[in-house]
């Protein structure tokens, strides 16, 4: 699975920027789909997910009730739609591949990434 995240870009706080990840080789309806971000100096964390089996979804606290997570099957594509967007929220933002059917899968369980795009979130 090949994973390409794009949308990224400069935002002003309170402001809303989508995310898109498209896959190819296998579709993203059989596996479940991250989205991961990194701050610089931080590690990577956890954003959201979308099951592969049931599209159930779990956020990180820190974006939930902001951020929404979907996927188009027929596009092959899943979203991050980021809505109130904050300073802490500014990363690079990684989708991801998981085969693992922990709820949610833990960032080792992922086996593909994306190359990520940049989210910039001004005050």
């Known amino acids: 699975v090949q994973l390409q995240a794009f949308g990224g870009g400069f935002v002003q706080a309170g402001g809303s920027l989508r995310l898109s990840c498209a896959a190819s080789g296998r579709t993203v309806s059989t596996y479940n789909m991250g989205w991961f971000r990194q701050a610089p100096g931080k590690e990577r964390e956890f954003v959201a997910v979308?099951?592969?089996?049931?599209?159930?979804?779990y956020y990180a606290n820190s974006v939930k009730g902001r951020f929404t997570i979907s996927r188009d099957n027929a596009k092959n594509t899943v979203y991050l739609q980021m809505n109130s967007l904050e300073p802490e929220d500014t990363a690079v933002y990684y989708c991801a591949a998981s085969g693992s059917s922990r709820r949610p899968p833990l960032k080792d369980e992922y086996r593909y990434w994306g190359q990520g795009t940049q989210v910039t979130v001004s005050s």
């Open positions: 979308i099951r592969w089996n049931d599209g159930s979804t």
